[in-house]
C-alpha cells in the first residue's frame, strides 16, 4: 500500500472563500476531454445541478479505458481538515479497501493508491489513471477552488465517487460536493457507538444484493438536515426505533447508503463506517466491495429506480361530456390485457344530473348503471364497452340510505387473447326483491369482441350466486384475481353495517330486517356457510360452471350437529371490505386489503380502534374479522340479552361463533396474525398483553411497529406485487428495482399508505411485518389535481402502471374521475455496457 504524505501545511478557509475560476469556454473543455481516452457516452449525463461559476480549466482527463485496457485503480484521498493524529478509522479503512481490491474474482480486483494530498485533484494525468476516487476524510474544507474543479471534471469525464461517513462533511461550502455527496449531517446527530438495524431495500445493487434484509451493526448514525431520498437513490435505511437517534432524528425514512448518476459520473455514499472496527465486518466490506464495483465501472448498478423525477404521471381519460359517461363512470376497478388495452368499470353511480331513487315502493329503487369501459395505448381512444342495470345508485347520507353494492369487479380469462372472456362481478338490479330487502350477487362470464371492444351482454354465463342484504349499507368487497392453476379469487364484503357498535366489533344480533340482521358480521364474515365476508376460490370451466380446488377452507361436506355447515368454495374468511386483491404471479400469494370499522380510538371496554388490514395470504384461513384484528387483538363479546353490555374477550386461537344469526360451524377455524395495520394512533399499534393475551388497549402504552404509517380518514387499496420482465421491457416500464415489492395504498392520500413494502419470505405467510417500505407518494402524485382518490392500480404486461382515481365526491363519477398511467423515464443501469472497465470472466 502506499500513501503519499500530504505537502505543505493544510489551510481552512472561511465563509467568504471565493468561488472564481478561470473562464474557460464549454466548447473547449468538451472538445479537450473527447480528444482523450474517455469513452463514447460518458459525457452524455447532465449535470445533476448547476454551477453558479465558471467550469473547470483542465485541458485534459482520460479515465481507464474500457474492456482491454489498464488495470482498474481507486484512489483514497483522506485528507482532512482538522489537526492532530489521523483517526484509527481512516487506517481501517485504507488497509480495508485495500484488501477488498486484493480478494475476490479476478475480474472484480482492483489497486490503490492512498494520500492525504489534494494536489492530486490538479494532477490531470494522474488523477486520469484511476476508476474512482474514495473518501475517507474526516471533514472541513478540504480543497481550494482549483483542487475542486479538478474533482468536477474527474466526474464530469465519468469517473467515480465513493463518499464514506465524515466524507459528507467535507467541503462545506460547496454546493457542488452537496450534490455530489447528497446530504449534510445535522449538527444534533448522536455521537456515541450504537447498534441498530439497517433495512435493506435494494435487492440488486451489487453494494447491497448480497447483505440481510435486516442488518443489525454497530456504528455512529448520522441525522440529516435534509432527508435525501427522491433526489437520490437510497438503497439502505436505519431504523430508529432500534436506538436513540436524538432531537435531530428523521423519521421512519432515515437513508444511511444511497446512489446517483452525478453530473457525468457516478456517486455512491454510506453514512456508515464511522468505527475503526466497521472495516472489520465481512458484510459491511461486501457494502463496500459493490460500491466499489459501480463507481469504478466494473460492474452496472440502477441508481435511478426511487429518483422522483423519473417518473411521469399522465391522465389519459377526459371528463365526461355532459350527461353521458362516454370517458369513465363512477370508478371501481380495472385490469390490464396481455396487448396492453385497459378494461376498468364503473360502480352504478351517476354523475349529478341523473335521478337518484330512495323509496323502497319505487321499481327503480337504486337503479343505475354499471358500465365497462376500454382504453386502448396505441388508438389512446375510450370505448364504452357495455354496462350492466344494477342495484347501486342510492345516493349517500344514512347506512339505511347508502348503497355500496352495484359493479365491484372485472377480471379477463387467463386465455382472453383466444376467448375475450370477461368476468364481472356484480349485483343485478332486476334480482331484488324489495319486500325483504334482498338482492343476489352474481360472478358471470361475457364475451368481449376484441375488434370493436364491445361486450356482447347477450353472451353472459352465471357461474355464481349467492344473497345479500340491502336493507342497509354496506361493505361488498368486489375484487378478483387468478392463480397459476387457472382458479379464480373473488373477494366479498361482510355485507354488514358499520352502525349499532359505536365503531368496534361488527357483533351486535340486532337490529334486522324480516329476521335478516344487519349489524352482526357474525352472520357473515364469521359465519363458515356464508359466502359474505370471503375470498372466494374456484377453477370456473369452458362451459360456465366452476369446481372446487383442494386446500380450500373447506369442502363443503362438514357436519354439525347432524347438518351441513360449511361452503366449499371458501378459501378465506373473516375479512370486512375486501375491495381490492391481487396474486402475486411468482409465488401465488395472495394479496388483500380491507377497511376496518369506524372507531377512532381504542377502548379497554370494547377493543381496538379501527384497523384497516393488509395481509399476505398463503394458504385457507380466517383472518378474524368480526372476533379479532391486527396481529390477533381481539374485541369483547356482547351477545344477547343486552348488546350494549360487555360479556368476555374473544380467543382468537379458539373462536366460537355463538351468534343467534350465525347457521354454520360454531367452532370456527383460530384467527390468523395479518402483515399490515393501521389506526388514527398510526401503524402496526400494538399493547402490553396481559395473562390471558389481551391488550391492555392505553392509548399511552401503546408501540408503534410500522412507523412509516399513518391513519385517519382511511380505506386500504390493496395493489399488486410488481414483477418485472425484461423481454416484455418498453420505454416506460418500471425498473427491476421494484421486483417483488408490495404495493400498498389507501384511498386518501394525507398521511396514509402509498408504499412499495419489502417483506420477508420466511415469514410473511405468518403475518411477519414488511421490513422495508418505501413511499411513492411523489411518483404516483398526491394532491388534487393528482392522483387524490386511489381507486384501483394495476402494472401492465409492458411494466407501466396504471390507476383509477375516484373522483372528488361520493357514490357518482365527476370531472376529476380519471385513468392515468405512470411510467418510468429514468433509462437503464449505468454506466453503459460498452464502457465497463473490464467483463467479467
Keep these: 500500500m502506499r500513501r503519499t504524505p500530504h505537502q505543505g501545511p493544510l489551510t481552512v478557509r472561511g465563509l467568504s472563500r471565493s468561488r472564481r475560476r478561470p473562464n474557460r469556454s464549454r466548447r473547449a473543455w468538451t472538445a479537450a476531454l473527447l480528444s482523450g481516452a474517455l469513452v463514447t457516452g460518458a459525457l452524455s449525463a447532465q449535470a445533476a445541478s448547476a454551477r453558479p461559476y465558471p467550469e473547470p480549466p ?71 489513471t484511476f476508476n474512482a476516487v474514495a473518501f475517507l476524510t474526516g471533514g472541513g474544507d478540504i480543497l481550494d477552488p482549483e483542487q475542486e474543479a479538478g474533482l468536477e471534471a474527474y466526474m464530469e469525464a465519468g469517473g467515480g465517487f465513493l463518499g464514506v461517513h465524515d466524507a459528507a462533511r467535507a467541503e462545506p461550502y460547496s454546493t457542488w460536493f452537496t450534490g455530489l455527496i447528497g446530504a449534510r449531517p445535522a449538527d444534533a446527530s448522536p455521537a456515541d457507538v450504537q447498534r441498530a438495524t439497517v433495512e435493506v431495500g435494494d435487492r440488486e445493487h ?45 423519521g421512519w425514512d432515515h437513508p444511511v447508503s444511497w446512489c446517483r448518476d452525478y453530473d457525468g459520473g457516478r456517486s455512491f455514499y454510506t453514512g456508515m463506517g464511522g468505527t475503526a472496527s466497521s472495516y472489520d465486518e465481512a458484510d459491511f466490506r461486501g457494502h463496500l466491495r459493490g460500491a466499489l464495483l459501480w463507481t469504478t465501472r466494473i460492474a452496472r448498478a440502477d441508481c435511478k429506480a426511487t ?137 358471470s362470464r361475457f364475451t368481449l369482441d376484441r375488434a370493436t371492444n364491445k361486450l356482447d351482454m347477450g353472451s353472459e354465463k352465471v357461474l355464481l350466486k349467492w344473497p345479500v342484504q340491502i336493507h342497509s349499507c354496506c361493505h361488498s368487497g368486489g375484487g378478483m384475481a387468478w392463480d397459476s392453476k387457472g382458479n379464480l379469487y373473488i373477494a366479498t364484503g361482510d355485507n354488514n353495517s358499520s352502525r349499532f357498535t359505536d365503531g368496534y366489533s361488527g357483533n351486535n344480533p340486532e337490529p334486522n330486517f324480516k329476521g335478516v340482521s344487519f349489524a352482526d358480521a357474525r352472520r357473515t364474515a364469521g359465519n363458515t356457510n356464508n359466502l359474505n365476508g370471503k375470498i372466494l376460490r374456484i377453477h370456473p370451466e369452458p362451459d360456465g360452471t366452476y369446481t372446487l380446488p383442494e386446500g380450500n377452507l373447506f369442502t363443503g361436506k362438514e357436519q354439525d350437529e347432524g347438518g351441513g355447515k360449511t361452503r366449499g368454495e371458501i378459501y378465506v374468511m373473516g375479512v ?22 369506524d372507531a377512532s380510538a381504542p377502548s379497554t371496554t370494547w377493543g381496538p380502534a379501527k384497523y384497516d388490514t393488509f395481509a399476505a395470504i398463503t394458504h385457507a384461513s380466517n383472518r378474524g374479522w368480526p372476533y379479532c384484528m391486527g396481529n390477533n387483538q ?9 348488546p350494549s353490555k360487555p360479556l368476555g374477550w374473544y380467543d382468537c386461537e379458539n373462536l ?121 407518494k411523489k411518483i404516483i402524485p398526491i394532491g388534487n389535481d393528482g392522483i387524490k382518490n386511489l381507486m384501483d392500480w394495476k402494472f401492465a404486461p409492458d411494466g407501466s402502471l396504471y390507476v383509477l382515481d375516484y373522483g372528488r365526491g361520493f357514490f357518482t363519477s365527476d370531472s376529476k374521475s380519471a385513468l392515468w398511467r405512470v411510467t418510468y423515464k429514468g433509462g437503464g443501469p449505468t454506466p453503459a455496457a460498452g464502457d465497463l472497465a473490464r467483463r467479467a470472466g
Design 58 to 128: 483542465l485541458t485534459t482527463m482520460s479515465l481507464p479505458s474500457p474492456p482491454g485496457g489498464a488495470n482498474v485503480k481507486v484512489l483514497v484521498f483522506h485528507g482532512s481538515a482538522a489537526g492532530g493524529d489521523e483517526s484509527p478509522v481512516v487506517n481501517a479503512g485504507i488497509e480495508a479497501i485495500e484488501e477488498i481490491g486484493q480478494s475476490g474474482p479476478s475480474a472484480q480486483r482492483f489497486k490503490i493508491v492512498a494520500t492525504d494530498d489534494p494536489a492530486v485533484f490538479t494532477n490531470e494525468r494522474r488523477l486520469g
Design 206 to 250: 451489487p453494494a447491497t444484493k448480497g447483505l440481510p434484509l435486516q442488518w443489525k451493526r454497530p456504528d455512529r448514525w448520522l441525522n440529516w438536515t435534509k432527508n435525501p431520498s427522491g433526489d437520490v437513490h437510497t438503497v439502505a435505511r436505519v431504523r430508529e426505533s432500534t436506538y436513540r437517534p436524538g432531537t435531530g432524528k428523521n
Design 307 to 443: 429518483i422522483n423525477a423519473n417518473y411521469k404521471a399522465e391522465r389519459l381519460t377526459q371528463a365526461n361530456q355532459p350527461g353521458q359517461n362516454d370517458q369513465i363512470g363512477e370508478p371501481h376497478g380495472l385490469v390490464t390485457a396481455p396487448d396492453g388495452r385497459v378494461l376498468y368499470i364503473g360502480r352504478g353511480g351517476a354523475d349529478s344530473s341523473q335521478p337518484v331513487i330512495t323509496d323502497w315502493n319505487n321499481p327503480d329503487i337504486g337503479k343505475g348503471k354499471g358500465e365497462i369501459h376500454v382504453y386502448d395505448p396505441r388508438t389512446k381512444k375510450v370505448t364504452l364497452a357495455g354496462a350492466l342495470s344494477v342495484f347501486g345508485n342510492k345516493g349517500g347520507g344514512d347506512e339505511l340510505i347508502k348503497v355500496e353494492e352495484g359493479l365491484l369487479g372485472i377480471e379477463i380469462d387467463p386465455k382472453f387473447e383466444q376467448n375475450g372472456w370477461v368476468y364481472l362481478h356484480y349485483t343485478p338490479h332486476a334480482e331484488i326483491n324489495r319486500e325483504t330487502h334482498m338482492a343476489e350477487r352474481y360472478v
Design 576 to 597: 370486512r371490505n375486501p375491495a381490492r386483491i391481487s396474486i402475486d404471479k411468482k409465488t401465488d400469494t395472495l394479496y388483500a386489503g380491507w377497511v376496518g370499522p
Design 634 to 642: 381481539p374485541y369483547r363479546d356482547r351477545n344477547l340479552p343486552d
Design 656 to 776: 366460537k361463533n355463538e351468534s343467534p344469526n350465525n347457521d354454520g360451524l360454531v367452532n370456527i377455524p383460530p384467527a390468523e396474525p395479518n402483515n399490515i395495520w393501521y389506526s388514527p394512533q398510526g401503524g402496526g399499534i400494538d399493547y402490553p398483553r396481559d395473562a390471558n393475551g389481551v391488550p391492555s388497549y392505553r392509548t399511552e402504552e401503546q408501540k408503534q411497529l410500522l412507523p412509516w404509517l399513518k391513519g385517519g380518514g382511511q380505506a386500504t387499496m390493496n395493489g399488486p406485487v410488481y414483477r418485472y420482465d425484461a423481454a416484455g421491457a418498453s420505454a416506460g416500464t418500471w425498473p427491476s428495482y421494484w421486483d417483488g415489492k408490495w404495493f400498498v395504498g389507501d384511498f386518501y392520500d394525507g398521511d396514509q399508505p402509498r408504499h412499495a413494502v419489502l417483506t420477508d419470505p420466511k415469514t410473511v405467510g405468518d403475518g411477519g411485518l414488511p421490513v422495508h417500505a418505501e413511499s411513492l
